[in-house]
């Protein structure tokens, strides 16, 4: 399991972060629409459910959730099987529908924006369950150890204080950054992969790979 950064905040407050980008996990990196359809898919086929069947429990349970960032495949896979009554192997821990899952080209990305800059993620849920993704993906190497901020409730004030100073963080929920935009001590990146609206006063990007010359720009 990762810690939640290992700086304190006299270290982060003073601390140069000029080359730090924080990225969002979830629909930034990895489709976590298609992780979730491989998912359930495969647990209709383990227990002779339709898929229809399996999305109306998955509902069910979260809507016992306070918000979507509690999610916790161990607990949906104990809400699933008091429905089914059948032992379920859990697909969420397998490696190839997190790779299958990651964007096309966020490896290429990674591994090019990282030659100049400390990547880290901020990103809300259980540390494990998000660790997870980064690990099973196979990209939990491109990040540094020290900027991986997971955290169940991301807009909360204390969480927003460990961001670093003067660091880049890019996420695809409007609602997140323009909360972040209000905060002056780091940029925001809106990555809108869904339709073209923008939101005055933040940088809009459509793809990950436009974040190459936005970084440029800054540094220039």
């Known amino acids: ?6 700086y304190s905040l006299k270290e982060k407050k003073e601390m140069e972060n000029k080359g730090v980008i924080l990225l969002d996990i979830d629909n930034t990196v990895i489709d976590t629409k298609k ?3 491989l998912a ?10 339709t898929p229809e069947e399996i999305f109306k429990f998955k509902d069910e349970y979260k809507d016992s959730l306070e918000s979507n960032t509690d999610f916790y495949p161990p607990r949906l896979m104990a809400f699933l099987a008091t429905k089914i009554e059948e032992p379920i192997d859990n697909p969420f821990d397998k490696e190839e529908y997190y790779v299958e899952s990651l964007f096309e080209g ?10 100049t800059n400390k990547l880290g ?39 927003l204080n460990e961001i670093p100073d ?3 963080v890019i996420d695809d929920n409007p609602k997140v950054v323009k909360k972040l935009n209000t905060i002056k001590r780091f940029e925001t990146i809106w990555l809108n992969m869904s339709n073209n609206e923008t939101i005055e006063g933040i940088s809009t990007i459509k793809k990950l790979s436009e974040v190459h010359d936005l970084v440029k720009v800054r540094a220039s």
Not at 1 to 6: D, H, L, R, S, T
């Open 121 to 159: 993620t901020y990103t809300e849920g259980h540390t494990d369950y998000q660790t997870n993704k980064l690990v099973l993906s196979g990209i939990i190497d491109f990040f540094d150890k020290d900027l991986i901020f997971i955290k169940r409730r991301k807009l909360d004030n204390e969480s």
């Open 35 to 37: 992780l979730s359809l």
């Open 1 to 6: 399991m990762i810690e939640n950064g290992n």
């Open 40 to 49: 359930y898919t495969d647990i209709a086929k383990q227990t002779g459910r």
């Open 106 to 115: 966020v490896i290429e990305f990674l591994t090019e924006l990282g030659k």
């Open 166 to 168: 003067g660091a880049i």
